[in-house]
């Protein structure tokens, strides 16, 4: 039975009485075979996580999500978010069984006005017919402190002194040059509470002239 199609199927049971045929019977059998309910199911598994300065832009700008309905009828489909910095290319929609969308979820010009720091929020695709396969996805915005490398000079014999101020708790690599052409990794800081770290360059001598330039981490 449970490879039968959708539909309704009927027989007869018929009992027989083999010496004489007396009392001869029969007995009607009905399965009724349903269509298995819509389920959704969303990938891919992980959500968006984007970083940027304060003001824009951010990367990676939109995460595409594809919708597929895995069973024999129709769904009704809905994804929700209470971010007013993101964007959905589409809120709801009816799958069939067998189909797939996509769905762009992408970050907005209000995400412009974000201070510093983690922003989070949840976007929920649901099954409005039986709620099978509902799923949601974080997405996650980090805005760094647009930040500063200052030279603080000699703080004693062969030691430069420098000084970067930055987004609290994020990792910054240090990188020098003689030249404003082959940039070398010297040092690998994360800053403090208070969004700053020192560096102390050892090695500068007997450079004639050093540049620096710190960029976040990968």
Known sequence: AAELLPGTYSDAIQFRNLTNGRGDTS???????N???????VTPEAGLS???????????S??????????????????????????LSAAEGTLAEGATTSITVAINDQADL??????MNTCRFLNLTTGAGDAQREVRI?????????ALGYSGAGRF????SGTPGRTYLIEATADLLNWTPVSTNTTAADGTFRFV???YQPLGWRYYRAILAP
């Open 114 to 119: 974000l201070p510093a720091g983690e922003h």
């Open 201 to 203: 360059d050892v090695q």
């Open 27 to 33: 007995r009607s059998a009905a399965l009724v075979v």
């Open 161 to 164: 002194e420098l000084s970067w």
């Open 50 to 60: 984007a970083s940027g300065l304060v003001g824009g832009p951010f990367r990676p």
């Open 142 to 150: 980090t805005v760094d402190q647009p930040a500063s490398l200052n």
């Open 62 to 87: 939109s995460q595409v999500f594809t919708l597929a309905n895995s069973g024999d009828s129709a769904l009704e489909w809905q994804v929700t978010t209470s971010a007013p910095w993101l964007t």
């Open 35 to 41: 269509a298995s309910p819509g389920v959704l199911s």
